[in-house]
């Protein structure tokens, strides 16, 4: 596992050094619009702590980060109205690494909804 960068982007708005556009904030986890969204609704939902990826999140997060983070990520897309709890659903994806295009080496899940997704890209 790549060790974490403090430096990151997403680590400097979690310090409050880059302003964000916040949709909801809980103990654990921190939810903001992306910068350059790709669908009416394209959020970004991370752990507040210094996780790298997908697979660094789920094997070294405590049960609390990881509850409040599925949650969290839940209930946002039901108050953005892409759940499928009053929405049409939406597509939450988390690139992770080289092969998955990750940019940003702080674990985050993109949720994107608002209308009908193109097919996956391999
Ligand atoms: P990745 O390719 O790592 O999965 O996606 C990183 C995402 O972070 C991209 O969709 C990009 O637009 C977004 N992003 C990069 N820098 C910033 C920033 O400074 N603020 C916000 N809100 N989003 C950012």
Request: avoid cysteine; hydrophobic fraction near 45%; glycine fraction near 10%.
């Given at each position: 596992m790549p060790s974490?960068?403090?430096q990151n982007i997403f680590a400097r708005?979690?310090?409050?050094?880059?302003?964000?556009?916040?949709?909801?904030?809980?103990e654990h986890t921190l939810v903001f619009r992306d910068?350059?969204?790709?669908?009416p609704v394209h959020v970004l939902v991370i752990p507040?702590?210094?996780y790298v990826s997908f697979?660094?999140?789920?094997?070294?997060?405590?049960?609390a980060e990881l509850v409040d983070f599925m949650r969290t990520a839940a209930k946002v897309s039901k108050d953005l109205g892409v759940s499928l709890?009053?929405?049409?659903?939406?597509?939450?994806?988390a690139n992770t690494g080289?092969?998955?295009?990750?940019?940003?080496?702080?674990f985050h899940l993109h949720i994107l909804g608002g209308h009908v997704m193109g097919p996956m890209l391999a």
């Amino acid at each position: 596992m790549p060790s974490y960068d403090d430096q990151n982007i997403f680590a400097r708005i979690l310090r409050g050094e880059i302003p964000n556009d916040t949709v909801v904030e809980t103990e654990h986890t921190l939810v903001f619009r992306d910068i350059r969204p790709q669908a009416p609704v394209h959020v970004l939902v991370i752990p507040k702590g210094a996780y790298v990826s997908f697979d660094d999140f789920a094997a070294n997060a405590s049960e609390a980060e990881l509850v409040d983070f599925m949650r969290t990520a839940a209930k946002v897309s039901k108050d953005l109205g892409v759940s499928l709890d009053g929405g049409e659903g939406f597509r939450a994806i988390a690139n992770t690494g080289p092969h998955g295009v990750q940019e940003v080496p702080h674990f985050h899940l993109h949720i994107l909804g608002g209308h009908v997704m193109g097919p996956m890209l391999a």
